[in-house]
């Protein structure tokens, strides 16, 4: 679960909130004070508005696949932008775990919940140099692998979603592996505009065209 608490100066606790969740909560705060909370809700995702009295206020529900949670969401000035990614399991529950991973998407929304535009991210084989395997398929030796295709991926650790002007930086990364790739789509379209080579993972910011 998730437990959001407001402390005043001297440190005594004024309210506290709690929130289902799955280890990874995502909370972000607007320049008004009103602290955005995403969390599941059933086969929903929610996206709620936690005032600064500890009330609720404004609630948005982007309409999401069951097997698919809020990897990580930006604040827009008139909505949201939001990168999905494969749930876990405990989001998924038994009776919905896939076979193979989904594709992720990146979507904007405005703060309603509607959504103007849903973009797939095709991730495509991915592969690196220095990364070695050693299996069966190896006859045991240690061996370059072979380009992959993830079995998991998820949004990446540091800066998963970072928006600037009109364009989005939307990372995606092998969790196994810590090999990723970082995709750039046009903020008013959703177009994907140009996407990085795989890499390790690491810290990240839009420096340029094409460029993170």
Do not use: N
């Not at 749930?87 to 076979?99: D, K, M, N, Q, Y």
């Not at 405005?110 to 140099?129: D, Q």
């Not at 540091?158 to 790739?181: K, M, Q």
């Not at 390790?200 to 094409?210: D, L, Q, S, V």
């Amino acid at each position: 679960m998730t437990v959001i608490t407001r402390v005043d100066l001297s440190g005594k606790v004024a309210w506290q909130r709690t929130y289902p969740g799955t280890g990874k909560p995502q909370s972000r705060l607007s320049a008004e004070g009103t602290l955005w909370v995403a969390y599941p809700h059933g086969d929903d995702r929610l996206l709620e508005g936690l005032l600064p009295d500890g009330s609720t206020g404004p609630t948005a529900s982007p309409e999401c696949r069951p097997d698919e949670e809020i990897g990580a969401f930006v604040l827009l000035d008139d909505g949201f932008v939001i990168s999905w990614a494969s749930a876990s399991r405990l989001v998924r529950g038994e009776r919905s775990r896939p076979t193979s991973a989904q594709e992720p998407r990146v979507a904007r929304y405005t703060r309603e919940g509607e959504c103007l535009w849903s973009t797939p991210i095709v991730r495509g084989a991915l592969s690196f140099p220095g990364v070695a395997e050693m299996g069966d398929r190896t006859g045991w030796e240690v061996r370059p692998r072979q380009p992959w295709v993830p079995e998991e991926i998820g949004v990446d650790h540091w800066e998963p979603l970072p928006v600037a002007a009109d364009r989005i930086a939307a990372s995606f990364t092998d969790t196994r592996g810590g090999i990723g790739r970082t995709f750039f789509l046009d903020l008013d379209r959703g177009e994907i505009v140009a996407a990085t080579s795989p890499a390790p993972t690491g810290r990240k910011a839009i420096a340029g065209p094409a460029r993170s």
